[in-house]
């Protein structure tokens, strides 16, 4: 196949890549670097089967040639990175998209669009299943990103109902592995980082909301089923355990051996109080389930940050000062007083 990536150099859209390459497929990847980095692809930079093109999807999308597939990856994704690029994270939901759609149309392509668990918001049914609307606002500060990709799936779906496009929507929850920048703020990249740089974890809030984590190799497998197939979704792809902040940042400092703190800091706005896919449809339509568990997913995460110290240590400095309009901070604990401290 002939496949292009949006977002190809980022963190996902670089294991994509990857994936593609080595099952023999031709790739093509779209990226403008505004959170992605050139080194998440320096390794097929090489590849006869590989090209880059640097270019922000939103302003146009033009390849050569046929394609398979278009995979539309392209967009901010962690919560400090889309409150940083508001207008541009709405602009590569609709218009990168729409351009996206177009492409796929005009090769005959399948077009797969990586969507979010966002679109639930902050669900009031849980687990979520793909039926359920979810809870959205549409001003707040996450709005940009959720509405941006709500509006992406309406988009794709008009383009299936309108002009016939084959298409996919994955809806993507929680996702981690190599490749995270330290610096990127999302939870599991930053715990990592600060409990190898021994620096407090920040804990915004007061830990008890939930996520589910998905290491990065199940969620590529499970793109790579959608990709191959012709279901249309969306269909929910993430890891089912929930766990809960506090008991992520409990696995972090027990894994890497760190005896850093942890720390209280105000919980953002519209921050998702929990989250956990019910992925009975992946299961059924792609026979796709998760095999890594949390903790071996972190063990891998954790090896790759510490060959990275370079870029963990300069990560500490935004890190610590990341700032969310947010509900009032909970007063900071000392570390043997910590929700974490074993018992005296
Ligand atoms: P990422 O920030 O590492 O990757 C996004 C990539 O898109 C970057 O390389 C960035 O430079 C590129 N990009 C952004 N805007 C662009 C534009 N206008 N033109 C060209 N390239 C552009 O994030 P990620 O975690 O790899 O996420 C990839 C996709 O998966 C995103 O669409 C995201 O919404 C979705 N997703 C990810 C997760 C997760 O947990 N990682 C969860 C839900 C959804
Ligand atoms: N979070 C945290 N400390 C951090 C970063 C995030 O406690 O340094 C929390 C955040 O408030 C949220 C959860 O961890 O409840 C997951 O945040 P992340 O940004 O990774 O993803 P998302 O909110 O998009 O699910």
């Known amino acids: 196949m002939r496949v292009l990536v949006t977002g190809g150099a980022g963190f996902l859209g670089s294991h994509l890549c990857e994936e593609l390459l080595k099952r023999g497929d031709a790739v093509i990847c779209v990226d403008d670097l505004s959170t992605g980095r050139r080194d998440n692809i320096a390794g097929f930079i090489g590849d006869r089967k590989f090209a880059f093109l640097r270019a922000d999807v939103s302003t146009a999308l033009q390849v050569s040639g046929p394609l398979d597939v278009v995979a539309h990856l392209a967009s901010p994704a962690s919560p400090p990175d889309y409150h940083r690029l508001p207008l541009e994270t709405l602009a590569v939901g609709s218009r990168g998209t729409e351009n996206a759609l177009q492409l796929a149309e005009r090769k005959s392509a399948r077009f ?4 979010t668990s966002e679109v639930y918001g902050d669900p009031i049914v849980h687990p979520q299943t793909e039926d359920y609307c979810g809870n959205v606002s549409s001003v707040g500060p996450r709005s940009v990103y959720d509405e941006a990709k709500r509006f992406a799936e309406a ?28 610096e990127d703020g999302r939870v599991v990249s930053s715990f990592i980082a600060q409990a190898l740089n021994g620096d407090p974890l920040t804990i915004y809030g007061d830990g008890e909301q939930t996520r589910s984590f998905c290491y990065v190799d199940d969620l590529i497998r499970g793109i790579l089923a959608m990709l191959d197939g012709d279901e249309t979704g969306p269909v929910n792809l993430g890891n089912p355990v929930e766990r809960t902040v506090l008991e992520l940042a409990e696995l972090v400092l027990g894994i890497t051996g760190s005896s850093s703190p942890v720390e209280f800091h105000q919980r953002p706005v519209d921050d998702p109080s929990r989250r956990r896919p019910d992925i009975t449809l992946a299961a059924s339509a792609l026979g796709w389930e998760p095999r890594v568990s949390t903790e071996e997913g972190l063990q891998h995460t954790i090896r790759y940050f510490r060959s990275h110290r370079r870029e963990v240590s300069a990560a500490a400095e935004s890190l610590a000062g990341a700032q969310f309009e947010g509900t009032p901070a909970r007063e900071s604990l000392p570390a043997d007083r910590s929700p974490l401290a074993s018992p005296a």
Do not use: C, D, E
């Not at 797969?112 to 969507?115: F, G, P, Q, T, Y």
């Not at 794709?156 to 109902?161: F, I, K, L, N, V």
């Open 155 to 182: 988009l794709t779906m008009a383009y299936a109902r309108t002009h016939g496009v084959n298409v996919g929507i994955i809806r993507i929850f929680n996702t981690f592995g190599p490749r995270m920048r330290a």
């Open 112 to 115: 797969l669009l990586a969507s």
